[in-house]
């Protein structure tokens, strides 16, 4: 059992909520929440939505997400005016074009408001400690 801290997934989690992890070896999917080791701040975890795996180009204009050149369809993320003023390129931040093997491409549901893979990278898929199951 984990406890929410912070605004990040809003409006998909919310701060003092609680929720289960699956800690065992699970296969991922774009989509899914995760738990992982912060890859720089010790001792601290994050949960974070994949958006990108191995091989994914991604890409925010306008606040709106494009995976691999399409568009998607985020029904967890709240739009607002601040929000369509996002830009993001993977490739001007890293200096990738796309996720390389064995790591994945994380963001929060909040995207004004969160740490995520656009401050600290990419994240090692041995460093994922859980899958989120449900929260309550």
């Known amino acids: 059992m984990v406890k929410i801290e912070g605004v990040s997934m809003k409006p998909t989690l919310k701060s003092n909520e609680y929720g289960l992890i699956y800690k065992r070896d699970a296969t991922y999917k774009r989509g899914d929440i995760i738990s992982f080791s912060s890859p720089d701040v010790p001792n601290t975890e994050y949960i974070k939505r994949i958006i990108g795996l191995p091989g994914d180009k991604i890409e925010i204009i306008d606040g709106n ?3 691999n050149g399409r568009e998607q369809k985020e029904k ?3 739009r607002s005016k601040a929000l369509s003023k996002l830009n ?3 490739e001007d931040s890293s ?7 064995g790591k994945v491409f994380v963001l929060g ?4 408001h969160s740490r995520d893979s ?10 994922i400690t ?3 199951i449900f929260h309550f």
């Open 88 to 90: 993001y390129s993977l």
């Open 76 to 78: 967890y993320i709240l």
């Open 130 to 132: 859980g899958k989120w």
């Open 118 to 127: 656009r401050e600290f990278g990419f994240i090692d898929l041995s460093k």
């Open 65 to 67: 997400l494009y995976l």
């Open 95 to 101: 200096g990738v074009k796309t996720v390389p093997q």
């Open 109 to 112: 549901d909040n995207r004004l």
